[in-house]
């Protein structure tokens, strides 16, 4: 049966249309199948795109730009082989042996996978002005047409009878950021309130999971269950939220007063480029991402610049909340990984209902 399996692929694969299709079973098989395609063309590049599912509908408008201003520039073509996948789920995928060439992922912890996989080198956060990110946003709350529910903060998730979505951290780098914002708010409330902040925080954070409907695989599911009506409420990114509400979908999006930056960021999985010998327009790929053109294009998909010049054009759509905070406000990334999601960590308190 494997034998026939295998022969099914060589024999399909060959045919496979060049553009961009999600991971499925057959993602690595058919990125690799495309490869050995375009080797033989000298004039072809083909870049191997792992990313998370939320930044696909932003990917479709500038990676068709990048590739006419780089034929423009060198003469040659550019094919993309594009896996969109839930953050964790990429990384992984990736770190076992997918062999993207580029990496946009939902967080630095996913990234921290290729480097410990040695994909990627140690320093990738300082080899530019960006430390590593691409885009940015917030954590927010998406609502019904018209916010029935009248729901202005954190705390109205805890209500009775307010059904909320968000998807499960153990798969969803949005996953992680959502709860991060709902905890490192709890943290913010406390302080300003002269109490405790961690059991505040857990406290916080139980109530809100108490509501919670289901836990989908990533962000961009978790937002399709809300699109079929499922809950009144969805913890989320911003853009999300925006990039529906410019499609005509009757969402409210609630900016709470406490939140938190959320950086997504962009490498270059070395360690693929060089054996694919595609390097250079990896290396282009990445730096054209954070240029104003496709900055001003994530703008528009609802992702927060992290070009100043585009930021600086942007700021009147994208408010800063008077209690926005960083990872770092929370101890930076190894300590939220290690007091949030270690195996006795809160949120493994939180699923356990241990108070």
């Known amino acids: 049966m494997m034998a026939v399996i295998i022969l099914s692929l060589l024999v399909v694969l060959p045919g496979c249309s060049s553009k961009s299709a999600d991971q499925d079973g057959n993602g690595t098989e058919r990125a690799i199948a495309m490869k050995q395609i375009s080797a033989s063309n000298k004039d072809t590049v083909t870049i191997v795109i792992g990313a998370y599912s939320v930044v696909k509908d932003a990917l479709g408008r500038i990676l068709p730009q ?75 709350i998406g609502t019904r047409k018209g916010n029935p529910l009248g729901i202005r903060d954190w705390t109205d998730l805890t209500r009775e009878g307010v059904n909320v979505l968000y998807p499960n951290p153990k798969t969803s780098g949005g996953a992680q950021w959502d709860i991060n914002a709902i905890y490192g708010a709890g943290l913010k409330m406390a302080a300003e309130q002269g109490k405790d902040g961690p059991p505040f925080a857990k406290q916080l954070l139980m109530r809100v999971h108490h509501n919670v409907l289901s836990m989908d695989k990533s962000g961009r599911a978790s937002m399709a269950a809300f699109e079929y009506g499922v809950g009144d409420a969805i913890v989320t990114y911003e853009n999300e939220i925006l990039s529906r509400k410019r499609e005509g979908v009757p969402y409210e999006m609630v900016l709470p007063k406490h939140t938190i930056l959320i950086e997504n960021p962009v490498v270059v999985v070395r360690k693929h480029a060089r054996k694919h010998q595609v390097e250079e327009a990896a290396e282009a790929l990445v730096a054209y991402l954070r240029e104003p053109k496709a900055q001003r294009m994530f703008a528009e998909a609802g992702f927060r610049p992290v070009n100043e010049q585009v930021a600086k054009e942007t700021i009147k759509a994208y408010p800063v909340p008077d209690g926005l905070f960083h990872i770092d406000d929370m101890g930076g990334w190894d300590e939220v990984r290690e007091k949030l999601y270690s195996n006795r960590g809160v949120w493994y308190q939180v699923l356990a209902g241990i108070e």
């Open 66 to 140: 990048f590739a006419a201003d780089w034929e423009a520039k060198t003469g040659k073509k550019v094919v993309f082989q594009e896996s969109y996948e839930a953050s964790g789920t990429q990384a992984r995928a990736i770190a076992g042996g997918m062999e993207a060439d580029v990496a946009l992922l939902a967080m630095e912890g996913d990234v921290d996978k290729l480097e410990r996989a040695k994909l990627i080198n140690s320093d990738w956060k300082q080899q530019d002005a960006y430390q590593g990110m691409v885009t940015r946003s917030v954590a927010v």
